[in-house]
């Protein structure tokens, strides 16, 4: 059983944070909230998302799996007005989730959770260095180092963290220091990232006010940020691309 209500424009975001990434996934819904754990199809980058019931206007469920077609759900709220809301229910006869928003009403067909990846495993990661920044801060610097190059370093260097990009002839450089950002917990590292996924994750952490990067040296990059008013979290984990001496 589930059944809920919730803003669609909180809904809108919670989905683009998956669908950066993934095209569907298994939603695991329980009284205590909704969980999806997630890879892309090149095994590069992870999603860790957590959506608790206080994120919906109502929120009933027994335990369940739903396999969700992210791009159908995403074209389904573009009807939808910042200010509507969203109800859902699982119809058990059927296996349809029923959705309406704003008059209309849908019911769309669910994916067989067992067709879609099976969960990864979150590895444990031992990341000295994090850094806490706006999230605008962080997309000004991936959309200049898009000008320059396919990829990214990422690092700290005594209290500051840097975001360099570097081309056949051109190179860019982004130093914050302490003052300039929420807070950083300092260690010398530097890792290089692809632009392609950068570029993505960054759509929906762009909106966060205070995002969490955790690095290490030639280690996945964490990041972290609140969603849903603070009713929800979600957690990319992307590995790096090893630079050539």
Do not use: W
Request: proline share 4%; aromatic share 6%; charged share 30%.
């Amino acid at each position: 059983m589930f059944k809920a209500t919730i803003d669609a424009y909180l809904l809108k975001d919670s989905i683009e944070t998956l669908s950066v990434l993934v095209d569907e996934a298994r939603f695991r819904i329980s009284p205590e909230g909704v969980i999806v754990r997630a890879v892309d199809p090149a095994n590069v980058a992870m999603v860790s998302f957590d959506l608790t019931p206080e994120a919906f206007d109502d929120f009933e469920a027994n335990d369940c799996e739903l396999g969700l077609d992210l791009s159908r759900i995403n074209d389904i709220l573009g009807v939808a007005d910042r200010d509507d809301k969203v109800q859902m229910e699982l119809d058990e006869e059927s296996k349809k989730l029923k959705i309406q928003i704003g008059g209309f009403s849908y019911t769309v067909s669910l994916l067989d959770p067992s067709t879609i990846r099976a969960e990864p495993r979150i590895p444990q990661l031992e990341l000295p260095a994090e850094i806490v920044l706006n999230g605008k801060d962080l997309q000004k610097a991936v959309k200049a180092a898009e000008k320059i190059s396919d990829h990214m370093l990422l690092g700290v260097e005594g209290e500051s963290f840097f975001m360099e990009a570097e081309g056949d002839t051109d190179r860019v450089k982004l130093t914050m220091t302490r003052d300039q950002l929420i807070d950083i917990k300092p260690s010398e590292v530097r890792s290089l990232f692809s632009l392609d996924y950068l570029s993505d994750i960054i759509k929906p952490a762009s909106k966060s006010n205070e995002i969490s990067l955790h690095l290490g040296n030639d280690f996945p990059i964490k990041i972290n940020f609140s969603i849903a008013n603070g009713n929800g979290s979600i957690g990319y984990l992307l590995a790096p691309r090893i630079e050539s001496d």
